[in-house]
């Protein structure tokens, strides 16, 4: 008898945690949107830019795809955060379905293919390009089966598969966050420290969502969100 009071206290330290992460990436996207406004004046020599040749500046093909990806990066990051909030999905199914819908094409049609064509000219050489290309290979398959999995009515299949994507989508986070501690409290070189979280940044997260998987965090969505016959 003392087991389900413990395992309640345990599931409801993990809600509290996951609303806290929640809410942390949606003040992330926030911020992110006042990172990517600046560069809709379509100034050359804004920030990132400000790295590319003129060359890579006059190119379609880079233009477009930056310009994509960082305007749809930002509600795929946003659009993500109601998929795993049980109460979204038991008072409104419905717009769990339509954020989600949003959130799985953008990836597959908009964010992932145009992180390709950025991935084709990062900086950082042939490390950083293989490394942002996977990335965004990972990115679009993660998403596209969590989206075979629900056509499937494979619940709990098609949560693990979404957390793997989401793990990828939050990439952008961990990014910029451990770029700043390798460089200010471990002192490491630019380009040491770009080169190691263009991998770590996703590969990171994918394992640390492995682990959450592997404790069963999934099933327990699964069972805290409703009777899927009304959603079905």
Partial sequence: MK?????????????????????GVFAFSVLML????P??????????????????LDNPWFLAGFYIH???????MAGGIPQF???????????????????????LFLAAPSGMIL?????GGLPAKVGFSLQC???????????????????????????RSFAVTLAAVSLRSESYLMYYFFGTKPIETYLTVTWLSWTGNLLIAEILI?????????NSFMNFSEYA
Wanted: hydrophobic residues 50%; charged residues 20%; proline residues 3%.
């Fill in 3 to 23: 087991t389900l009071p413990d395992q309640n206290k345990l599931f409801s330290f993990q809600s509290v945690l996951g609303a806290l992460l929640l809410a």
């Fill in 34 to 37: 006042t990172k990517v406004w």
């Fill in 39 to 56: 560069y809709m004046s379509y100034e050359r020599g804004e920030h990132f830019l400000s790295t590319k040749t003129d060359r890579v």
């Fill in 70 to 76: 960082i305007t749809s990066s930002l509600w795929v």
């Fill in 85 to 107: 909030i049980p109460a979204v999905f038991r008072r409104k199914p419905a717009f769990h379905r339509w954020t989600g819908k949003i959130y799985v094409f953008s990836i």
């Fill in 119 to 123: 991935a084709f000219f990062a900086n």
């Fill in 137 to 163: 290979i990972v990115w679009w398959l993660t998403t596209f089966t969590a989206w075979q999995e629900i056509m499937q009515n494979k619940w709990t299949s098609h949560v693990e598969w979404m957390i």
């Fill in 214 to 222: 592997r404790t069963g965090i999934a099933k327990r969505l699964v």
